[in-house]
């Protein structure tokens, strides 16, 4: 019985990761058009003990969704997050506290669509890419007022998962 039980868990992140796929052109335009209808005021709460308040507006000319958080009970003015479509991918650049601005691109998605994986592909005020940097993002459509990303942290040859946020549209 144990041994069985043992097997079981040990197939079932198989099992997860076969139910992801590889972004395709047509997918990164529905994911492009979901980012879109986030437009509006956010609440967000993270596994590191803060929250904040969450904007995103859609820019451009519809080309750019720009997401900018605003912490409570901080002086400074947040950290901004940029959705864009680039040919066939859909790209978000992060600007962040740590002064870089790591670029990533949508790879994989679940069956359902609501579950898309971000990897990094490049970055602006990193000499290497061993300095500290958000490096993926994983993004959980749970319904259209609720959101759940969860960050890595990538610095000196190693990747760990950073912290979880949960996001409540306002309005």
């Not at 308040?53 to 009970?73: P, Q």
């Not at 991918?89 to 506290?97: A, D, G, K, N, S």
């Not at 602006?124 to 259209?144: C, I, L, W, Y």
């Amino acid at each position: 019985m144990r041994r069985t039980m043992l097997l079981l868990f040990l197939l079932l992140p198989l099992r997860a990761a076969a139910a992801e796929r590889p972004v395709t052109p047509a997918d990164a335009q529905q994911l492009f058009a979901r980012f879109k209808a986030m437009a509006g005021q956010w609440h967000a709460a993270s596994t590191k003990g803060w929250t904040e308040t969450n904007s995103y507006e859609v820019a451009a000319k519809g080309t750019a969704v720009i997401n900018r958080s605003h912490f409570d009970g901080e002086a400074n003015d947040g950290m901004v997050t940029t959705f864009y479509l680039d040919g066939d991918r859909l790209l978000l650049t992060h600007y962040c506290e740590a002064g870089n601005q790591p670029t990533l691109a949508a790879t994989t998605i679940d069956e359902s669509g609501a579950r898309v994986v971000f990897r990094f592909v490049s970055g602006t005020n990193m000499q290497s890419r061993d300095v500290g940097h958000m490096d993926a993002v994983e993004f959980r459509f749970v319904d259209a007022d609720h959101v759940r990303s969860r960050w890595s942290w990538y610095a000196k040859g190693q990747e760990r998962w950073f912290e979880e946020v949960e996001q409540v549209r306002v309005h």
